[in-house]
DNA sequence: TTGTATGCGTTATCAT
DNA sequence: ATGATAACGCATACAA
């Protein structure tokens, strides 16, 4: 039982480990890696040695020389949204379980993750890449160029690309936004503003708002392009509670009459909430409002924040599954997993005047 | 101008590169890290070549071969503190402009960040390190092990241990805690809670603490250990809005009649927020609350947070520089900067019974 | 079962 | 100014 050498000038390698256990890398290699070809006496003696000597494997030599088999990338837009950072811990453990590398992208918002993911292709060899958020509005030709499976997170079907080209797992931005709109109009409201997706927006986006017309659709309530809110952002970042901010501050004085208000992201609807407070207005006296995605924080603004909730983990595993089958040969696949709207305080009935109130 | 090869089956490589442009891969590697002992001449030529061939550098391979000069870790403790997360930023791109390689190790809160980072410094050499967040607390000899310069970040003085010894950049946790309290006694305040240290914490904990019972005891307010709230975390992050929810409402069960909350960290403040609210408290009418770090959902809640500032940014600027002043052989130093208190909504005079009434 | 030799893509040393 | 060559630390085809 020798004590751990204290870090001395160098780095114990594997070499080192070889030559203390009395015999070659490849063993110790093959050790470590719970790989077969070592009896099981010697492998118990290098793993005692490699302990002792404290010896860790070097990361980045690793990924040098398993790159292309055993590593994969994660393209991140929108590392400000607490929406996503969840779901990065999620990959993480997946890509330790099974022993693959994981290179993190962030990817700025108004970047295109395609051009990075090639990009970084170009830069090192991944067996698998994972798109997590932002729109997605790429021709085949573009997907085509990635050469290697990948999955899209929280990014439902692509509309005209043939569903054998690429894997998904989202919930149904359609379906879902139209349950959270028709919530609002069964609580009574009629004039509902939709937060964070202008009208010539396409992808998430565009599905969301369309769910939400159906919904207006549904109840024969006008759509009122007035009140479909979003873009015009100046550099600024389409996630983040300013914008949220922002638009509802500007909706209030353009069009006061406005009683419920779904926003399509939880930092937009806790920016507007926020506005709203500071208008004077009671929320969800005066104002309701109902978002999407199911933050943590949404939880602690006062009064709770109404929203219809992603299963972020369970998106995030079966994303990871479904890319790791398809470095396995599997062919591409498209998921579809329910939301749950979570009932919080930031929604209730109109006022009574503004029920049976003129336009 | 040929256009970009299409990304082929092989990656190209800075071999692809040099073969191209009829030169030598040193030459290549010169001209594209501005290194000298190349002609402008061939240095543009290289330049054209690598561009259009859409080259870019194997960042592992760098990695690989440049570990022990030109990259630093962040230690980063804490990830899951809206806080640290807008400093890490600011350090990648301080690592980027320097050209250095930056590996970001996240250490759970339950974990030894010293025993981590020498775990990674026998994984992979690093010229330097960071510690970001968490507490501090160990002996010389621990700190002596690294080998490499380091700076304790949003750390202060460390008592007992040679200043010479280790370098800081930080807020005085003491003085700011001191005047945040301070604030509360002024508008009137007597019975003041802390929430987010124990009586037996150390190190940052710890000098919050002092100041909040120095800012008790220069107004003759007595000491009381009851209005003391934290640890007892059952493996919860000491720092999570969940934290501050449960601290806020034990303490609200038990002592009734506090009327202002300090808490060592705007998510728990947030928290303990929600919690009083939920309880039927009005704030700050009822129940006054002061927070700590400046985080921005902090402007979000409604009143919006009142909160003793830390300087993120700068904090996390001034630590890169004197990280790499370090590296490059200077003295170790200690630096504290300036907090700012940002007055929010969750603080007011207390109701006038509280001021006069009995303990 | 075990070891030798080679390559991953880069930068640094030492020649020329 | 330029280039051949040797590391960096690991994993693996191939040989034994």
Redesign the pocket.
């Known amino acids: 039982m020798t004590d751990p050498e204290p870090t001395v000038g160098r ?1 114990v ?3 080192d480990v070889a030559r203390a256990a ?6 110790v ?2 050790a ?2 719970d ?5 099981n006496e ?1 492998r118990e003696r290098i793993r005692e040695t490699a302990r002792s000597l404290g ?4 990361r980045h ?2 990924f ?3 790159s292309s ?1 055993r590593s994969i990338a994660l393209m991140m837009k929108g590392i400000d949204n607490p929406f996503f950072q969840q779901m990065l811990e999620t990959v993480e453990n997946a890509a330790r379980e099974r022993d693959y590398l994981l290179s993190v992208i962030k990817v700025p918002h108004y970047a295109d993750e395609v051009d990075e993911a090639i990009m970084l292709v170009d830069e090192e ?1 991944v067996a698998g890449l994972i798109f997590l958020g932002g729109n997605f509005t790429h021709q085949p030709g573009d997907l085509a160029r990635l050469q290697v499976p990948f999955v899209l997170s929280t990014i439902g079907q692509l509309e005209g690309i043939d569903p054998g080209s690429y894997s998904s797992v989202a919930v149904d931005d359609f379906a879902e936004s139209r349950r959270a709109t028709q919530y609002l109009l069964g609580l009574g409201h009629r004039r509902i503003a939709l937060l964070g997706v202008g009208l010539r927006d396409s992808s998430v986006g565009m599905l969301r708002r369309r769910g939400y017309q159906a919904a207006l659709a549904d109840a024969g309530s006008p759509s009122d392009d007035g009140l479909v809110r979003g873009l015009d952002l100046n550099g600024r970042s389409p996630y983040s509670f300013e914008y949220g901010y922002q638009l509802m501050t500007r909706l209030l004085a353009e069009r006061p009459d406005v009683t419920g208000i779904f926003a399509v992201a939880d930092v937009i609807a806790i920016g507007a909430l926020k506005a709203a407070l500071d208008h004077g207005l009671r929320v969800p006296q005066d104002l309701s409002i109902v978002g999407f995605d199911g933050i943590q924080v949404g939880q602690y603004v006062h009064p709770s924040l109404t929203t219809l909730v992603q299963p972020a983990l369970e998106i995030a595993e079966l994303t990871c599954q479904i890319l790791f089958d398809s470095i396995s040969g599997a062919p591409a696949r498209q998921e579809l997993l329910q939301g749950e709207l979570r009932l919080g305080g930031t929604a209730g009935p109109p006022r009574r005047g503004d029920l049976v109130g003129p336009r």
Request: hydrophobic letters at 30%; proline letters at 6%.
């Open positions: 780095r390698t594997i070499k009395g015999v070659g890398v490849v063993s290699s093959r470590l890696n790989q077969p070809g070592v009896s010697t010896y860790r494997p070097n030599a690793r040098l020389k398993l088999s060899a």
